[in-house]
């Protein structure tokens, strides 16, 4: 509990006075986050709110800490918030890693309950186990210092701060106090399960690398202190950077490309990056081989002319020594945005914003052909399988988040990252039309690539034909058409 106030005064967790939502699973660090913290609200003056949410994995198990984190909040007298989801049938829905899904279910909870408590802390058991375990793992799959910093004590996420208390105490210390002062606590059965990569780092990787260094997690944790504090320090001298260097323009960004060859190499990297982040829509991280091409392509002096869609609607482009970064998607700065519904009457559609066409019609397949256009789409014409699609069809532009699931893949894909794929202008791809079916299926991108869903195989009798007028260069299509849709 010392430890714990300690941390607090050091790293500003909390006021006096402060609603702190507790999340809490039931599991050994969590029951004795909401312990020490119980212990502490009244001379801090602290009020508490436990969170618990069942994801509904284990079933049984799950169901059995609910009720214990029921229990032990009526003992303690703080109120409790729990939530049940099924994220197993969520996730037999959508194509999602679970960890990730799970977490921002549970995040999106948090956040529910802090707003209905009017808190400004959601208070997490993270500890420093989970920080070495942390930076190993996005060691492993490569990151910067960013990256390598870990965990923060103490992190702003909405319109409140979470909070780690715990986050430089050993799991051996969490679980003596627990012994110490009697603290019961359930045992999660997936915590043995090797298929998360997460156990298999704690399990098998971290205890092989202590035969060679037993001090590997504390290793790892000052490597997370360490690169903290030299990742903030190098943020604050992009932020110098771009101030001094670079110049808000109407849609962008632009600087000289001899004043950023001037720079180190890290900080040109630091500020290219800076300024994508502020002018970029997507939420995924921009790929240090994205950032290195403009960053050599500005620095060599032997090229004047240079230009690259960076995604997020972003595209970069060198006139002679200046650089410029450019927010162009759709007239003034604005996204290009439509919405058309295809009833199975219709056999033609104009997309008034963009003036292009999509024409519908059903067919018979021919003899023998029943497999010839299971692959086709990916240009202005494609094929499915009647029956297997369900109208009305919706005809809309791009929105973030949108997925497509795609031949060979398993899973989907983001529409975004398509785009990139297929080299498609930024400027173009608020353009394009996604053609979903009344399921809610991404059944086709004219250009880019059909789905994997309703595709024509042997039993196919029946086939719904698209026609999009944004690519004239239309091959021959293999089954009868009779320019009605009739499904």
């Known amino acids: 509990m010392k430890r714990t106030k300690q941390a607090a005064l050091q790293e500003g967790l909390w006021n006096s006075g402060d609603t702190i939502v507790v999340a809490v699973s039931g599991g050994p660090d969590s029951t004795a986050l909401l312990h020490v913290l119980h212990r502490l609200a009244e001379e801090e003056k602290l009020r508490l709110i436990a969170a618990h949410v069942n994801h509904g994995f284990r079933k049984e198990e799950s169901r059995a800490e609910a009720d214990f984190v029921k229990r032990l909040c009526r003992q303690l007298h703080i109120p409790c918030e729990i939530t049940e989801l099924d994220m197993p049938a969520e996730l037999a829905a959508v194509s999602e890693n679970p960890q990730l899904a799970s977490r921002r279910r549970r995040y999106a909870f948090l956040h529910k309950v802090a707003a209905a408590h009017g808190a400004s802390k959601i208070a997490l058991a993270h500890h420093a186990d989970d920080q070495a375990e942390t930076v190993l793992m996005r060691l492993l799959r490569g990151t910067g210092l ?170 970069c482009v060198r006139e002679y020594d200046t650089l410029r970064f450019i927010k162009d998607s759709g007239s003034r700065g604005m996204p290009m945005e439509f919405e058309y519904s295809v009833m199975p009457e219709h056999k033609r559609l104009l997309i008034a914003e963009t003036g292009e066409e999509l024409l519908f019609g059903i067919g018979r397949t021919e003899p023998g052909k029943n497999d010839n256009h299971t692959y086709g789409g990916n240009g202005s014409e494609v094929y499915f399988d009647a029956e297997a699609v369900r109208f009305p069809l919706t005809v809309r532009s791009r929105r973030p988040g949108d997925r497509m699931s795609v031949f060979g893949l398993n899973g989907t894909k983001k529409v975004q990252d398509m785009f990139v794929d297929s080299k498609i202008p930024t400027s173009r791809r608020d353009r394009v039309p996604l053609v979903w079916d009344a399921e809610g299926r991404l059944l086709w991108i004219p250009g880019v690539r059909r789905s994997s869903v309703a595709p024509i195989v042997a039993g196919t009798e029946r086939l719904l034909r698209i026609v999009w007028s944004g690519d004239t260069d239309n091959e021959e299509s293999g089954g009868r058409m009779d320019g009605s849709v009739d499904s």
Request: aromatic share 6%.
């Open 146 to 315: 960013g990256g390598l910093s870990g965990m923060a004590p103490i992190r702003r996420e909405k319109n409140v701060e979470l909070i780690r208390p715990f986050l430089r105490m050993n799991k051996t210390d969490i679980m003596a106090y627990c012994q110490q002062t009697d603290i019961e606590y359930c045992e999660d059965s997936s915590n043995t399960q090797r298929y998360y990569l997460r156990n298999k780092l704690r399990l098998d990787v971290l205890p092989y690398l202590e035969t060679m260094n037993p001090g590997v997690r504390e290793s790892l944790v000052r490597l997370a202190e360490v690169s903290s504090a030299e990742h903030d320090y190098m943020q604050r001298q992009a932020e110098a950077a771009l101030q001094e260097h670079a110049v808000r323009t109407d849609g962008g960004w632009k600087l000289k490309c001899s004043n950023l060859a001037g720079l180190h190499v890290a900080l040109q990297r630091r500020l290219i990056k800076l300024i994508l982040n502020y002018l970029t829509m997507e939420t995924e991280t921009i790929s240090f081989e994205r950032i290195e091409e403009i960053r050599l392509s500005a620095v060599d002096e032997a090229r004047t002319s240079w230009s690259l869609d960076t995604g997020g609607g972003v595209r």
